[in-house]
Structures are given as C-alpha cells and as structure tokens.
C-alpha cells in the first residue's frame, strides 16, 4: 500500500512564503509524473503545478515565477516551494503522484494567506 502524505501548509501574510513538503512510502516501485492541486473554498479543485521524473516542469499561470515545484527522487518527496503568497493563493493543496503506475493523493495541506 502507497501512501502519500503532505506538510508544510500554515498561515502566512500576503508577499510571505511557505514551502510544503509531500513524501511518498509503502510499497514502490516507480514513480513518474508528481504534482499539486489546490481547492480553494467554494471552488473546485485546480491543477498548480508538476514535475516528470526527468524533472521537467510546467506550472498553473496564475502561480509562474512565484512558485518552483521541486523533486528529491532518493527520497520519494516532491515540494513545493511559494513565494509572494497572495490571498487568492489561499487553499487547500494537495500532492499527486503517479506510483506505481497507480495515480495517488496526499491527503492535503491547508494554505492560508492573510491580506
């Protein structure tokens, strides 16, 4: 069994930053593709950002040059460094990977930006 589990989440001020953190354990075998999504209040959930296992990345417009998703493949861990943290950014964030040719989920980390 694969779990994935997600850290980092707090609140912060408007231009602060945060980085969270998502480890995956159990039984793997592989991992690809790992990512975040984030669920704002009243929204639905939105994709932000991913990163391959060669380390290729691509990024939510809105979250460019503010946010640098990141990868530590020895450790099973994907992060998400944000910078210039705006309100809008406020949000539950969730951490995805595909393991094991399985795509899983974190169970979510809460963001909150004060203005």
């Known amino acids: 069994q694969v779990q994935l589990v997600g850290s980092g989440g707090g609140l912060v001020q408007t231009g602060g930053s945060l980085k969270l953190s998502c480890v995956a354990s159990?039984?793997?075998?592989?991992?690809?593709?790992m990512g975040w999504y984030r669920q704002a209040p009243g929204k639905q959930r939105e994709w932000v950002a991913t990163i391959t296992a060669g380390g290729r990345t691509d990024y939510l417009d809105s979250v460019k040059g503010r946010f640098t998703i990141s990868r530590d493949n020895a450790k099973n861990t994907v992060y998400l460094q944000m910078n210039s943290l705006k309100p809008e950014d406020t949000a539950v964030y969730y951490c995805t990977g595909c393991i094991n040719r399985n795509d899983d989920w974190g169970q979510g980390t809460q963001v909150i930006v004060s203005s």
């Open positions: 159990g039984r793997i075998f592989s991992i690809n593709d």
